[in-house]
């Protein structure tokens, strides 16, 4: 099992809400900029959404904004992305990335592919007309 584990994808119609959950198994979980990237077929990857685990700062694509809610929940060492009034164009692979963030400022949690060390195996969301 990896660092990272991710769940929660699947296919939903236009409208339609879902919640991805990624598991981390490494590092204090407080202590972590945790982000969710997407990568639909022929384009190029997206970075969604980040949070710093350690206050619960959170950034938002504009994409994204008012549709999508980045969580934690420290006990069970897992951030989630909530998902509501899906489109056709946020069908993708959904990958949980993290790095970690000790003594980093929070403002420096974005989700900029090149920051992050580790990456989940991926969850496919397909979201239809």
């Known amino acids: 099992q990896g660092a990272l584990v991710e769940s929660g994808g699947g296919s939903v119609q236009a409208g339609g809400s879902l919640t991805l959950s990624c598991a981390a198994s490494?590092?204090?979980?407080?202590?972590?900029?945790m982000a969710w990237f997407r990568q639909a077929p022929g384009k190029e990857r997206e970075g969604v959404a980040a949070?710093?685990?350690?206050?619960?700062?959170?950034y938002y694509a504009d994409f994204v904004k008012g549709r999508f809610t980045i969580s934690q929940d420290n006990a069970k060492k897992t951030v989630y992305l909530q998902m509501i009034s899906l489109k056709p164009e946020d069908t993708a692979m959904y990958s949980c990335a993290l790095y970690r963030a000790f003594g980093r400022s929070p403002e420096a949690c974005r989700p900029r592919y090149s920051d992050f060390t580790y990456w989940g195996q991926g969850t496919q969301v397909t979201v239809s007309s």
């Open positions: 949070i710093y685990t350690a206050r619960g700062n959170t």
């Open positions: 490494i590092y204090p979980f407080s202590t972590n900029c």
